[in-house]
């Protein structure tokens, strides 16, 4: 799918960042062509939440480059990076706990597309959130939670969806519906940038993947020949 | 909401009314009761309501928009008061366009910078830093108020349409300024929850403090949105405070001690329903007119009426549900492994701290400032008083500084001690009965604590707000428990060991001997099994309760010590000074400054306390200056020091959160011989500094001279074959 002469929609150049005076990436190179689903891929700590905190503005890096559509867009604030089309599911239930369901789709609107559009489409997703609409979404499951979250990649059009550890703490019948959504996605033609720490469900839906350990990208290719390496790498074998 | 709570809450509702009629039969003023006065009081009460309803939204909004509760609402409110009063009265300006400038440029204005510059960097500070700097603001704006404007010159500001007569509502009038009040408050309140709830400005202003970060990934302007609620804010703190200004007696400190009412409304609201806030506002703005219009507390309890609020805040934080109480976060930053002062080292510390003040009330260490005859004079009162203040500020130590409970009413413990030293020792004096007064407080504190115990964080220091403002209102102007008296002492010179410490430099003396005595009891106390468990406390009440600590108990014996300890202290405080004012020196600001004081030297170092004695330092070097003559400006300077100081100083805790006093260990530490330690953090400290991983250095880019020297380094090539200024200048 990915055509190597295009201009790369998300582009890390030799990324060096880290919290305060700790480096957790030491010169990340990553690339997502237009359309392509890639999976990075990695054991706790390795800097991946880091590396996607780079790609949507939360965290400047030390060194290097992010390029968006060919732009350079380091130093841009998230925000602006958000109107502009990045859509970042962080870790760990995106969402506003003490605003109700509706509210949180609200706040998906900054995105450019209007009130009633988010809700329509939120709503046919994922039925069960408008049941809930007038709930707190703090109250809500965490599979609902999840989805809440996932229906602002759904229902704003992004150019990029980068998402972090969707699976986390889920039921798997939760996780494999999540994951047909990303699947229907990624068949739309949106690019998406998957971070996990476990490979199963999300092997299925990339067409490119990268192993990530300390701080650096150890290894990209299919997701196939990626998937026989991981438990070598996991297991520091590698 | 079980039926338990609701059974309890009933029978709380029960049992307050019942004593509300007890009183009120017993304290039947017997102003008979017609239409007319009945409305009038009704009209006044609302109006008074309205008003309070201004302050609270403010606070209200500012809370649920960025999660900080500002306690500087009502001195926002004064300054802007004071400056309308300085653009209608003094200079003659149409009164809309002073209210428009006032209001709509300057109070928004104000609740920008505040943000920018103070209040934004507060998010992920700790919750004590988040209330030191927000009460530290409140007292900076009002000495700043009284700076400007000479705070004892009588003032007024006129009524709105004061002229024009009013509405005839039945038998009584109601003044347009009233109605104006009145519709401005609920229409306020209206346009906020509209605003706060139907827009989409409003759910991002929420989305905000629920989660600043996702909210940019939404697309959200997160600082944009914060300068907002604090502009808001600001507006209605100014609105409220020109509105009120005709209402009431026309000070700083009378103005901004009514923002406890507004408290204790917002609290009614769980400080975040703005409906409830306003009507919990409108009900003690009745309660209040009532209660003076019908009843007589009689002399004794003259000020018992205005207790209402803080008695009422007490009881409403008391007895709300305490699951949403989390302000401020768990604050995760690498925070160094904090080191105790060990036995030895305490007692160096003290020594020194006691040869210093041997030296200096001996006049050999005056710092240039005085002259050993000073003690005769005055300037010295200021440092005896400051003394007695590092004292109670010493009892904050266990209590704010290792336990973590927030505690605004020392002064109403040390009054308290006062109080219980009268009537022990009478006016003898005698020094014998001081530890008696620290046994008879201590259950005083463990009584503080009980309701304590459940409560945390804001509502804890919001309950304590109230407790020393209710002790302040009803039980210190009672005749019986600080009589006044017309001139002379009322409290003896102490006598110890027979000795009448009747002079300036002995009883400083011997307040710095039990000064060192309790900072190193506490020293002693904080290497102690037990210390450990407050600061275990600190750190997770859930953690301290599952690895065996009975944390209810804990937190009562440590409010007994601190309330010990304060009891002490003020038997000194009260016979430095002699007498006590129930007016002023109750007044709630004067224990705010203990407490800010403390915080911003290090309220978890028990050494701090002596960080109050500067301030007459300060006092002691202008009145020297003055004498020198022609340096008026830095008397001026210096002046302004010691009336802005405190508030700075706690505001500075915005941007070194640990206190002054820690710092200065910091630096001092490691010139200490036997604190290897400390020499070897700094070293690794520097260490951090990023050096370049060799092995990565020039793969990105080309060398820099600096990263060339530090690869000679690491290579173990001699400094000698280095060039002292890098290779880049010997290229170049």
């Known amino acids: 799918m990915s055509d190597e002469t295009a201009t790369p929609l998300l582009e890390l150049l030799g990324i060096r960042a880290g919290y305060g005076t700790i480096d957790v990436l030491h010169g990340v190179d990553l690339r997502v062509m237009p359309g392509q689903v890639y999976a990075l891929l990695g054991p706790n700590g390795a800097g991946k939440t880091t590396t996607l905190g780079v790609a949507s503005g939360q965290i400047q890096p030390h060194a290097g480059s992010v390029l968006l559509d060919g732009h350079e867009v380091n130093g841009v604030s998230p925000d602006r990076l958000a109107r502009a089309g990045v859509c970042l599911i962080p870790e760990g239930r995106g969402i506003f706990p003490n605003l109700s369901v509706a509210e949180n789709l609200r706040m998906s609107t900054y995105a450019g597309v209007s009130y009633k559009q988010v809700q329509e489409r939120a709503f046919a997703q994922f039925p069960r959130l408008q049941e809930r609409r007038n709930q707190m979404a703090g109250t809500l499951s965490g599979g609902e939670q999840q989805m809440l979250a996932m229906s602002r990649a759904l229902s704003t059009d992004p150019a990029i969806l980068m998402l972090d550890e969707l699976s986390m703490g889920l039921a798997p019948i939760i996780v494999e519906e999540l994951y047909e959504q990303v699947a229907s996605l990624a068949e739309a033609g949106l690019s998406i940038l998957i971070v996990e720490q476990f490979a199963q469900a999300v092997l299925g839906v990339a067409n490119e993947a990268a192993i990530m350990l300390h701080g650096r990208i150890q290894r990209t290719g299919p997701p196939a020949e990626i998937a026989e390496e991981l438990t070598a790498a996991y297991l520091g074998m590698s | ?732």
């Open chain 2, 1 to 732: 909401m079980t039926f338990g709570l609701r059974r309890s809450v009933v029978v709380t509702a029960v049992v307050a009314v019942a004593i509300a009629t007890v009183i009120a039969v017993f304290t039947w003023a017997g102003t008979p009761v017609t239409a007319k006065t009945f409305l009038n009081a009704t009209y006044i009460g609302l109006t008074l309501g309205a008003l309070w309803a201004m302050y609270a939204t403010g606070l209200v909004v500012v809370y649920t928009t960025t999660g900080v509760f500002n306690f500087a609402q009502g001195a926002i409110g004064v300054f802007g008061a004071f400056f309308y009063w300085e653009l209608q009265m003094n200079r003659g300006w149409h009164p809309i366009l002073a209210l428009f400038v006032v209001v709509f440029l300057f109070a928004p204005l104000l609740g920008i910078c505040l943000d920018v510059l103070v209040m934004r960097r507060l998010r992920t500070a700790p919750l004590v830093v988040q209330l030191m700097v927000t009460v530290g603001m409140m007292v900076f704006l009002i000495s700043l108020v009284g700076t400007i404007w000479n705070a004892n010159t009588p003032r007024w500001v006129n009524a709105f349409f004061k002229d024009s007569g009013g509405i005839d509502l039945g038998p009584a009038q109601l003044t347009w300024h009233r109605f104006i009040v009145f519709v401005t408050a609920v229409v306020v309140a209206v346009i906020l929850r509209f605003l706060l709830y139907k827009t989409r400005i409003g759910t991002a202003m929420r989305a905000v403090v629920d989660n600043r970060e996702l909210a940019a990934l939404n697309g959200a302007r997160p600082n944009m949105v914060s300068s907002l609620a604090w502009a808001i804010g600001s507006m209605l703190g100014a609105l409220g405070g020109i509105l009120i200004a005709s209402e009431l007696e026309f000070n700083p400190s009378n103005l901004n001690d009514i923002v406890i009412i507004a408290f204790a409304a917002a609290a009614f609201g769980a400080l975040r329903n703005l409906p409830l806030a306003v009507v919990g506002a409108l009900l003690l703005g009745l309660l209040r007119q009532h209660t003076e219009t019908w009843l007589n507390f009689g002399t004794n309890f003259s000020k018992a009426h205005l207790g209402i609020a803080p008695l009422l805040l007490f009881a409403v934080v008391v007895a709300l549900p305490q699951a949403r109480l989390e302000v401020g976060r768990v604050v995760s930053n690498l925070r160094r492994r904090e080191r105790y002062t060990n036995w030895w080292e305490g007692l160096i510390g003290c020594g020194a701290l006691m040869l210093c003040a041997v030296m200096f009330s001996g006049g050999w260490l005056n710092f240039g400032i005085w002259d050993p005859e000073a003690w005769g004079g005055p300037a010295l009162n200021s440092a005896n008083a400051a003394m007695a203040l590092a004292l109670i500020g010493l009892s904050l130590v266990p209590l704010i500084g290792w336990a973590g409970q927030v505690n605004f009413a020392p002064l109403a413990f040390a009054g308290f001690g006062a109080f219980v030293y009268l009537k022990l020792a009478g006016d003898t004096g005698n020094g014998y009965w001081i530890p008696l007064v620290g046994l008879i407080c201590a259950p005083l504190g463990a009584l503080v604590a009980l309701p304590a115990a459940r409560l945390r964080g804001l509502y804890l220091a919001l309950m304590s707000m109230a407790f020393a403002q209710g002790m302040a209102l009803i039980f210190f102007p009672h005749e019986w428990v600080i009589p006044r008296i017309g001139v002379g002492r009322q409290f003896s010179h102490i006598e110890l060991f027979g000795i009448t410490f009747d002079d300036r430099r002995g009883y400083f003396l011997l307040m710095m001997s039990v000064f060192v005595i309790g900072v190193y009891g506490l020293v002693l106390l904080r290497n102690s099994r037990y210390g450990r468990r407050w600061m275990a406390m600190h750190g997770s009440q859930a953690a301290a309760a599952t690895v065996g600590i009975p944390v209810v108990q804990t937190k009562v014996v440590v409010y007994a010590v601190s309330a010990s300890l304060a009891g002490m202290a003020g038997v000194f405080w009260a016979t430095v000074a002699g007498n006590l004012s129930a007016g002023q020196d109750f007044d709630l600001l004067n224990g705010f400054q203990i407490v800010l004081l403390i915080a911003a030297a290090g309220v978890s170092i028990p050494m701090a306390g002596i960080f109050l004695v500067f301030t007459p330092l300060f006092t002691g070097l202008s009145h020297r200056l003055e004498d020198t003559g022609n340096v008026g400006f830095l008397v001026e300077i210096l002046d302004q020091l010691v009336v802005l100081g405190p508030g700075l100083l706690a505001i500075g805790m915005v941007f070194n959160p640990r206190g002054a006093i820690f710092e200065m260990g910091r630096g001092f530490s490691p010139i200490l011989p036997w604190r290897s330690d400390a020499r070897a953090e700094i070293a690794a400290e520097n260490a951090q500094k990023r050096e370049p991983e060799i092995g990565e250095l020039g793969l990105e880019r080309p060398f820099t001279p600096e990263e060339v020297i530090a690869i000679d380094r690491r290579l173990g090539i001699l400094d000698e074959v280095v060039p002292k200024e890098g290779y880049g200048a010997a290229r170049s």
